[in-house]
């Protein structure tokens, strides 16, 4: 009787990585939405006062109107992130690591909500506000904060300074922790072998 022929004996399989846990798609839109005004305000604060006396005020009104619309997005962002929990870590990631992670973009959502905030607060209590009605993007009209506009010269005065330092420290370290998230990621994803970046796509399909 003929012997049956063996069966083909696989290949050794690999060890397989953990899944890509990819964030929604709409998650992406909003991060990267918001990254890119938050770079593009960067640049306009920086550049501002350097430019001729015809364009400052409008860098200006145009930097409030940037600000405020990324208030608008991260509270979206926010909102949508309650509703749709982010993808699990990298397993390989330790424990350290991972309350680092959840600190770091903890602190950096209160930075990104308290720099607009600030802002909008500073220029209510502009005393020349009356003078510079506020639009976004010189067409949709919006308000100034009552509470603020309303005070009497001097606390109002004394409150603008104080919002605009607020401001101003709130940029630095946003700054800065930005820097060390984008460290960060790509320090995951060159030196780590992990897919980082693959994990914020845009096209990516929506995390389970």
Known sequence: MSQALPQAIPAAVPATR???GRYTR????LHWGVAVLIVANV???LVAESLPDDFIRPAID???SVGLTVLGLVLLRILWRIAHPPPLLPAKYGRLERLGAHAAHLVLYGLILVLPISGW???????FAAAHPLRLFWVVPWFRIAAVQNLDPVTKEAVH???YALHAWSAYALYALLALHILGALKHQWIDGEAEL????VGAMPAK
């Open 18 to 20: 953990q899944p890509i």
């Open 26 to 29: 709409v998650a992406a839109v």
């Open 43 to 45: 640049a306009l604060a």
């Open 62 to 64: 145009l930097h409030k």
């Open 121 to 127: 607060l500073h220029d209510s209590a502009f005393k």
């Open 161 to 163: 300074d104080q919002f």
């Open 198 to 201: 693959q994990r914020m796509r």
